[in-house]
Structure formats: structure tokens, C-alpha cells
């Protein structure tokens, strides 16, 4: 074993030990936010719990791939995994002082007299100008943690890095929700640029058979000129929807960390996503769910530690030493004289014109400010599923009747231009008849867009996935 791996091994045994010291899930801080019983628009039927990879409940190939790319390839989750190795380190420095610091001192020194008679140690009359010294020593040094400052400022090290597991979490369930709700826009769009494509086609046969009759004298130049103004229209709608599928393909290839010309989406039609019944719960599994509470949770108990942090640091404090050495005049004599010494100190604060008190009083002003905002963070979690659920029922509501208005629209618009081809019917339904048909397909998308969109808003707003044992 070489030394470069002696330090990283030692590090890590020495996190194990002091997150041993604070095993398990940290004791549960009062909030004094009692959670309701029940969700007010929860779905019915579903108590069934998810599993913690919940993308794959949509049913889509291409989606699993991207987000297992997401998850690989994204510098966002990299940058929130460097700062979890950052606070793995702080833990390890902050509980390093509750075990005594031994050092190794191994020294020597040459000492010759320039001028003058020189004095007990150099005296050029008995010929000792010059004199050498080698030493070698052991020393240990503690200090006494009576008032528990010392536990205390690992125990807010420990709690920050649970903190800072918990932001990575966050961070990584932001992200896979956006490159779901990302890929589904970007579905959307082209399912929507689809049928533009298709209703700007039956919009130029009908101007054709407008033509024709024009040209035929049974059509108006004002027929003619409305049709050639519905084309238009719908012409001009095809580069919009063309831009908003260009925006989301650009910003799904930059949450997975790559450029947009490396993006392969494959030919996955929007209509293979479904979405899954989600059970949410009830509101009290909320609090050990969703990352950035239990983030806001750990923050807070790390502020109560830095309390009791604070406050020792304005009693005494005692201090242990010892070292075992030896000094002699020649190497080779180094061990023929051994000693040890022992020491003690009492160090106490007299006077710093209130700068003690005042960390103090920061202290618990952090204290109170981060149990404001766990406070916070909780009301608008309980919040976020409810505007999810709400939003999932209302959409099914939406969609059920949508569905049949575009039906009846296919209808109607199928006999208004059989009605205009055997000359029963006049220009003007037609043209309604067809907007409105447009208008109900691009809804009809819209509509299902917004509802895979609630279901990924409720799965970040519930923590993403869990265990079936929660």
C-alpha cells in the first residue's frame, strides 16, 4: 500500500466513525405545523405506493434512456456531488478535534559562535564555538469538551452534510422532471406541428375547389379571399409551432449536458406517453419524502448545534498535554535520554468587548430564521401536491369533454364540405367548421400535454419516488 492511498483510506474511516456517532435518521424537529388528515383532491382508488424510478410509469423507452443520460452526463448533478464530498470533508474536520492530536517532531540544529567569548552555551575558551542538537519527540495535545462545543460543532457538520444529500437529491429530482416534462413538450410540439401540417393541407384542396368554382363563376372573390386568408393563417401558425419544438429540443440537450445537434430523440409518437395513477398518500409522509424538507430539516438542527457551539465558546475550556522525547548532543545518542512532560491549561474569556455574546445571539437568530423557513418550506410542499392534484382532476374533467367536442367537430366539418362540393352549403360554414376542427386538435394536444405535465409536476411535488415500505 503506497501513501497516496494511506490519506483517502484514513479519511474515509474516519467519516464512518463520526457518522456512526450520529447513526440513523436524526430525531424529527417540531415544526408546530400539524399536516392535514387527508388531500383535498386526492385521487380515488389509489393507495398503491410508486417506486423511487418513477419516470419509467409513463411507458416510454426514450424517456428512460434520456434520463438515465440526465443522471450520468448532467453538471448540475456533478456540481451537486462535488458539494457533498465538500461537506463529507467538513464532517470529518469538525469531529476531528473530539480525539487527541498526536505529532511526530523530529529535529536537528547546528549552532557556531561568529565572534566574541561567547557565552555557556558557546564559549571559545573551553572550545565549544560550536555546538550541535538532535531531537525527537511525541507529543499529544486535547482539549476537554465539558460543555459539548466540541460534539456539538461535529453534530452541525453531520447535519449539513444530510443537508447536503438532501440539495443533491433536490437537484436531481429538478432535473429529471424537467427532462421529462421537456421531452413531453417537445412530443407535443411535433404531434402539434403534425397536425397543422395536415389541416394546412385540407385547407389548400378546399382553396382548390374554391378556385375551381371561382373560376367556374358559381364562387365569390370573396370566398376566394377568405380561403386564401384561412391558408395563410394556418401557414403562419407552422413556423411558431416549429420554434417552440426547436426551443425545447435545445433545452432538453442542455440539462443532458450536450449540445443540441447530439440529440437523438428516436420516433417516439406523443401519443405511446401515458400516465400513471399516482397515490399520494397521505400529508404527513410528505415530510420524509421530499428532499429540500428534509434539507431544511437538517439546516435547522445544524443551527440549533451552532447554538450550543456558540454558547460554549464563552465558558472555559481546559486543555491536556503530553510529550515523550529525547535530546542529545550526538545522533547516535538520541534515545540514551529519554523524558516526558505533561501539561494543563485553563484558558477562560475575560474580556472581547461582547463578540462572544453576539455569535450567540447570531446563532440563534440563524436558529429561528431556518425554523422559519422549514416552517415555510413545509406549507408550500403540502401546497405544490394539492395544486398537482388539482390540476389532475380538473384536466380529466377537461379532457372528457374536450374529447367529444372534437369529435363532433370531425363530424362537422366532414358534412359541411360534403354539404359545399354538392352546392348545399355556403363558404362561411365550411370555414368555420374547419377552424374549428383546428382549434379542438390543437387543444385536444394541449389538453394531454398539460396532463402528463401534472403527473410529473405531482411526482417532484411528492419527492419523486419512494419506497413500498413508507
Not at 383535498?40 to 419516470?55: D, G
Request: charged fraction near 20%.
Amino acid at each position: 500500500m503506497n501513501k497516496r492511498s494511506i490519506a483517502p483510506q484514513l479519511s474515509v474511516l474516519s467519516l464512518c466513525l463520526l457518522l456512526s456517532a450520529c447513526a440513523g435518521k436524526p430525531t424529527a424537529l417540531d415544526s408546530g405545523i400539524a399536516p392535514p388528515a387527508a388531500w383535498q383532491y386526492a385521487e380515488r382508488a389509489t393507495t398503491q405506493a410508486t417506486n423511487q424510478r418513477w419516470w419509467t410509469q409513463f411507458g416510454s423507452p426514450a424517456l428512460n434512456r434520456l434520463i438515465d443520460q440526465a443522471r450520468r452526463d448532467s453538471f448540475d448533478v456533478a456540481a451537486a456531488m462535488a458539494r457533498v464530498r465538500q461537506a463529507q470533508a467538513t464532517a470529518v474536520i469538525a469531529g476531528a478535534p473530539l480525539l487527541p492530536e498526536v505529532k511526530f517532531n523530529l529535529t536537528t540544529r547546528h549552532q557556531k559562535l561568529l565572534r566574541g567569548n561567547g557565552g555557556p552555551d558557546l564559549d571559545t575558551s573551553q572550545s565549544k564555538d560550536a555546538v550541535n542538537n538532535f531531537g525527537a519527540n511525541f507529543s499529544a495535545s486535547y482539549e476537554v469538551d465539558f460543555w459539548g462545543g466540541r460534539a456539538a460543532a461535529r453534530d452541525s457538520a453531520l447535519y449539513s452534510l444530510r443537508a447536503s444529500e438532501s440539495d443533491q437529491a433536490t437537484v436531481e429530482l429538478t432535473l429529471l422532471s424537467n427532462v421529462a416534462d421537456r421531452y413531453a413538450q417537445t412530443l407535443a410540439a411535433q404531434q402539434r406541428q403534425q397536425i397543422d401540417t395536415l389541416n394546412l393541407a385540407n385547407a389548400r384542396n378546399v382553396l382548390d375547389l374554391v378556385q375551381t368554382r371561382y373560376d367556374a363563376g358559381s364562387a365569390t372573390a370573396l370566398e376566394l379571399a377568405q380561403q386564401k386568408s384561412l391558408v395563410a393563417s394556418q401557414q403562419r401558425q407552422l413556423p411558431l409551432i416549429q420554434q417552440v419544438a426547436e426551443e425545447s429540443r435545445i433545452t432538453l440537450a442542455a440539462l443532458l449536458g450536450q449540445p443540441v445537434q447530439a440529440l437523438d430523440l428516436g420516433s417516439e409518437p406523443f401519443q405511446t406517453l401515458t400516465w400513471p395513477t399516482i397515490g399520494p398518500g397521505v400529508p404527513s409522509q410528505l415530510l420524509s419524502r421530499r428532499p429540500d424538507l428534509a434539507k431544511a430539516e437538517a439546516e435547522l438542527a445544524a443551527a440549533q448545534a451552532d447554538v450550543t457551539v456558540a454558547r460554549a465558546a464563552m465558558l472555559p475550556a481546559v486543555t491536556l498535554g503530553a510529550t515523550l522525547g529525547s535530546d542529545a548532543d550526538k545522533a547516535a545518542q538520541l534515545l540514551r535520554s529519554p523524558y516526558y512532560t505533561l501539561t494543563a491549561g485553563l484558558i477562560a474569556p475575560i474580556f472581547n468587548n461582547g463578540r462572544l455574546s453576539a455569535e450567540r445571539n447570531k446563532a440563534r437568530a440563524r436558529q429561528d430564521e431556518l425554523l422559519q423557513t422549514y416552517r415555510g418550506a413545509i406549507i408550500n410542499g403540502f401546497a405544490d401536491v394539492e395544486k398537482a392534484l388539482s390540476s389532475i382532476t380538473r384536466l380529466d374533467q377537461q379532457r372528457q369533454w374536450q374529447t367529444e367536442e372534437l369529435q363532433q367537430a370531425q363530424t362537422a366539418f366532414q358534412i359541411a364540405q360534403s354539404r359545399y362540393e354538392a352546392g348545399a352549403e355556403d363558404l362561411l360554414t365550411v370555414l368555420e367548421t374547419q377552424r374549428t376542427l383546428y382549434a379542438a386538435q390543437d387543444l385536444n394536444v394541449q389538453l394531454r400535454l398539460a396532463r402528463l405535465q401534472a403527473s410529473i409536476a405531482l411526482y417532484k411535488a411528492l419527492g419523486g419516488g419512494w419506497n413500498t415500505e413508507d
